[in-house]
């Protein structure tokens, strides 16, 4: 069955301290892996998708990468206001299977 | 420029009560999802409607959950004899034919307390 593990299931970090998250994932013929943003009482917005190994996306202090068992949200020198939940995903038939996230805090 | 909107955004029942959430997606958006999250969890999926066809169904939902999408607008999640477990937050999501893949855009959820 697919499975999508998240760790640390929290981090607490000093702003400007860079860090990176870890989704590992098990599943038949991948099509894609999703990250997410989920602020406190809020949906989840949409923020990456990466298809296969070896690629990598920015945006801002966001980096995601890809492997063929995992893939990371690295967050270089973050800022108070990156602090939420980030979720990954991945699909499965129409619909995404999401990991529980994992919860950053950034203190300045 | 609106994004998905949900109703009531905050819902309290005693147990055995029904309820029902309404969903507008964002115009043209033909793709609807219902998603359930509890504390400290991942979304879960409940349910996929392309246009007016509910397409996908999860086990999850009991029969006493029904979704609908008439006319392949607004949706609504209905549950009948709310239990305690049914509390969670409930999300809908809303995508174009257009999309890049996994890209869906997420209300802010509607609430629901069972007391």
């Known amino acids: 069955e697919d499975q999508v593990t998240q760790s640390p299931e929290a981090l607490r970090l000093q702003e400007g301290e860079s860090s990176s998250l870890n989704c590992s994932y098990t599943?038949?013929?991948?099509?894609?892996l999703f990250w997410y943003r989920q602020d406190p009482g809020k949906g989840p917005e949409f923020l990456f998708t990466?298809?296969?190994a070896g690629e990598e996306k920015e945006k801002e202090r966001l980096k995601a990468t890809l492997t063929k068992k995992e893939s990371f949200l690295h967050i270089t020198a973050p800022k108070p206001e990156d602090s939420a939940t980030y979720l990954c995903a991945v699909p499965r038939t129409d619909k995404l299977i999401f990991g529980t996230g994992t919860r950053l805090q950034v203190f300045p | 420029d609106t994004g998905v909107s949900q109703d009531p955004r905050h819902k309290i029942t005693k147990r055995g009560q029904n309820v029902t959430f309404r969903c507008d997606p964002i115009s043209e958006h033909n793709r609807l999802y219902w998603y359930r999250q509890t504390l400290g969890q991942g979304p879960e999926f409940l349910t996929y409607f392309q246009n007016e066809a509910q397409l996908e169904k999860s086990r999850l939902l009991s029969d006493r959950f029904s979704a609908e999408r008439p006319k392949g607008s607004f949706s609504t999640l209905e549950i009948q004899r709310t239990e305690q477990g049914d509390s969670a937050m409930y999300l809908c999501a809303s995508s174009p034919p257009w999309a890049n893949d996994g890209e869906l855009f997420f209300g802010e959820g509607s609430r629901l307390t069972v007391l």
């Open positions: 990466l298809y296969s």
């Open positions: 599943v038949s013929g991948l099509r894609g």
